[in-house]
């Protein structure tokens, strides 16, 4: 099971800011995080939304391993 971060105007959208998911692979938890929640998953395919697995940054799918801890950035600004 993965535990599943959000922050930012991510969280707003979804209610919500952590939640345990089941999923192998971030394509499949991204794909089930849209399937619940259409809103929350247009807000995560746009530009600028970061994911870290375990505190790394990731692009593209990639295994989640039992425990695994996933965080959904949303775009930063800044000056």
């Known amino acids: 099971m993965a535990k599943v971060l959000l922050f930012g105007r991510l969280a707003d959208i979804a209610g919500w800011r952590e939640r345990q998911v089941e999923s192998p692979f971030l394509s499949a938890l991204r794909s089930r995080l849209s399937d619940d929640d259409p809103r929350l998953g247009e ?8 994911v870290a697995v ?15 801890e996933v965080a959904f950035l949303p775009p930063m600004s800044g000056g």
Not at 43 to 50: K, T
Not at 56 to 66: F, K, P, Q, S
């Open 43 to 50: 807000a995560l395919a746009a530009s600028g939304v970061q």
């Open 54 to 68: 375990d505190q790394m940054i990731v692009r593209g799918d990639t295994a989640l391993n039992a425990g695994a």
